[in-house]
């Protein structure tokens, strides 16, 4: 019913940069929040940026000033736009997506996640 794909990753030298993507599709009647995770190996989950229905951002304070949540709602798409990346922000990136979708006369509203992106840091 739902899908998430992402674009974007790949390999970057440290100081640079990189933006990623993520396209909502289906039958989607409204999108909450939006999210960027990321998990090291080794290292749990962990949340890098939220931004809400009214644009309100959370950043986690190893990216703040380095990283900028967007999205566009008519597209259905969130991005995440890394700027003086660093070895360890090294992981693989997973966008989430807080909504609600259509089947048959039903609503049904949860969380999705996208398949993953690998972004690796190194020189």
């Known amino acids: 019913q739902v899908q998430l794909v992402e674009s974007g990753g790949g390999l970057v030298q440290p100081g640079g940069s990189l933006r990623l993507s993520c396209a909502a599709s289906?039958?989607?009647?409204?999108?909450?929040?939006m999210g960027w995770y990321r998990q090291a190996p080794g290292k749990e989950r962990e949340l890098v940026a939220l931004?809400?229905?009214?644009?309100?951002?959370n950043y986690a304070d190893s990216v703040k000033g380095r990283f900028i949540i967007s999205r566009d709602n008519a597209k259905k798409t969130v991005h995440l736009q890394m700027n003086s990346l660093k070895p360890e922000d090294t992981a693989v990136y997973y966008c989430?997506?807080?909504?609600?979708?259509?089947?048959?006369?039903?609503?049904?509203?949860?969380?999705?996640w996208g398949q993953g992106t690998q972004v690796t840091v190194s020189s």
């Open positions: 931004i809400t229905t009214g644009d309100s951002t």
């Open positions: 989430n997506v807080d909504l609600t979708y259509i089947s048959g006369s039903h609503y049904y509203t949860g969380e999705y």
């Open positions: 289906g039958s989607i009647f409204s999108i909450n929040a």
